[in-house]
């Protein structure tokens, strides 16, 4: 082999070396975020409890429609809709995010986009439990300007990998 050719194959070589070190690393930071922060991770949102004044309004999301929660390292979404692709009068579809901000128990929500664009820039503080493959957060969704006043329980279940 001469020299030019030996040179570009040590190169490739150390190039492929770099390379899985570097997702070997990410993988490694991956699985420490997510171990340090288990709500890390896509959640499907299984029932949906309100509380206003003496009503009670509890939805079972299994039904006729869908919502997943993604949430990453720094930023949280959100995609509903229905399982009819829009054909019927079950019709919707609902999608938001932004940052979110977690200590503790506690879990605050910065909604920055959303579909209905009255409730951007406001942000949502919950509290969460984490059992096993459960998410549950509880707290309020207050929006003064839009007479928004609710006492809310989600519950999700974590999406497999």
Same mark, same amino acid.
């Given at each position: 082999?001469? /020299?030019?050719?030996?040179?570009?194959?040590?190169?490739?070589?150390?190039?492929?070396?770099?390379? /899985?070190?570097?997702?070997?690393?990410?993988?490694?930071?991956?699985?420490?975020?997510?171990? /340090?922060?288990?709500?890390?991770? +896509?959640?499907?949102?299984?029932? #949906?409890?309100?509380?206003?004044?003496?009503?009670?309004?509890?939805?079972?999301?299994?039904?006729?429609?869908?919502?997943?929660?993604?949430?990453?390292?720094?930023?949280?979404?959100?995609?509903?809709?229905?399982?009819?692709?829009?054909?019927?009068? +079950?019709?919707?579809?609902?999608?938001?995010? #932004?940052?979110?901000?977690?200590?503790?128990?506690?879990?605050?929500?910065?909604?920055?986009?959303?579909?209905?664009?009255?409730?951007?820039?406001?942000?949502?503080?919950?509290?969460?439990?984490?059992? #096993?493959?459960?998410?549950? +957060?509880? #707290?309020?969704?207050?929006?003064?300007?839009?007479?928004?006043?609710?006492?809310?329980?989600?519950?999700?279940?974590?999406?497999?990998?």
């Amino acid at each position: 082999m001469n /020299s030019k050719k030996l040179i570009t194959f040590n190169l490739f070589i150390a190039l492929l070396i770099l390379g /899985s070190s570097c997702s070997e690393r990410k993988e490694e930071h991956k699985k420490v975020l997510n171990e /340090s922060h288990p709500i890390i991770g +896509t959640w499907k949102l299984i029932s #949906g409890t309100t509380i206003k004044g003496n009503d009670t309004v509890v939805i079972d999301y299994t039904q006729q429609q869908e919502m997943i929660k993604i949430i990453n390292e720094t930023h949280f979404a959100f995609l509903r809709h229905d399982l009819n692709k829009g054909q019927d009068s +079950t019709a919707i579809f609902v999608a938001g995010g #932004g940052k979110y901000f977690l200590k503790n128990n506690i879990y605050v929500e910065y909604l920055e986009y959303f579909n209905n664009r009255a409730w951007e820039g406001n942000s949502f503080e919950f509290e969460y439990t984490i059992r #096993g493959d459960t998410l549950i +957060t509880k #707290g309020v969704e207050k929006i003064e300007e839009l007479k928004v006043d609710y006492f809310n329980i989600e519950k999700y279940c974590r999406v497999p990998q």
